[in-house]
């Protein structure tokens, strides 16, 4: 059986610690091993400080959000996509609707064929949206 770490090592404020301490208990096997009421009861914790020890005896376990590939294509088809405002060029993304949000999407082509234009166009168009402006012109 593995040791059990020592109750100095606990990270309570120095009152707790103190109580703790003094009390006798050398590891944090021990503290555990008594219930938590009954330990307060014993050190004369007030409510505050049982909160403390409870927490440091029996932290909660890390919640983790879960998402399903089926969640993700959900969310997915509720997206509004970022248009080029070209519909030919919109429907090269492959969803017919533009740039889809939260992707990385590169743009490649030979020089002088507009994909910094495109790229300036769209940031601003995406920044209006944000801003909630309304796009009166195109780029």
Not at 32 to 58: F, V
Not at 100 to 110: A, M
Request: some cysteine; overall charge neutral; aromatic content about 4%.
């Amino acid at each position: 059986m593995a040791a059990s770490r020592p109750a100095v090592t606990l990270r309570l404020s120095h009152g707790v610690r103190d109580k703790v301490l003094r009390s006798g208990y050398d590891t944090v096997a021990e503290l555990r091993s008594i219930p938590i009421l009954e330990l307060a009861a014993e050190l004369k914790l007030s409510s505050d400080q049982t909160k403390e020890l409870s927490h440091e005896l029996h932290p909660e376990p890390a919640s983790w959000v879960t998402v399903t590939a089926d969640q993700v294509l959900e969310q997915e088809k509720n997206w509004t996509a970022i248009t080029t405002s070209s519909i030919s060029l919109d429907r090269l993304f492959g969803n017919g609707r533009g740039v889809p949000p939260g992707k990385i999407t590169e743009i490649c082509g030979l020089s002088g064929t507009g994909k910094t234009q495109l790229g300036s166009a769209s940031t601003h168009r995406f920044r209006c949206l944000l801003e909630g402006q309304v796009v009166h012109r195109f780029l």
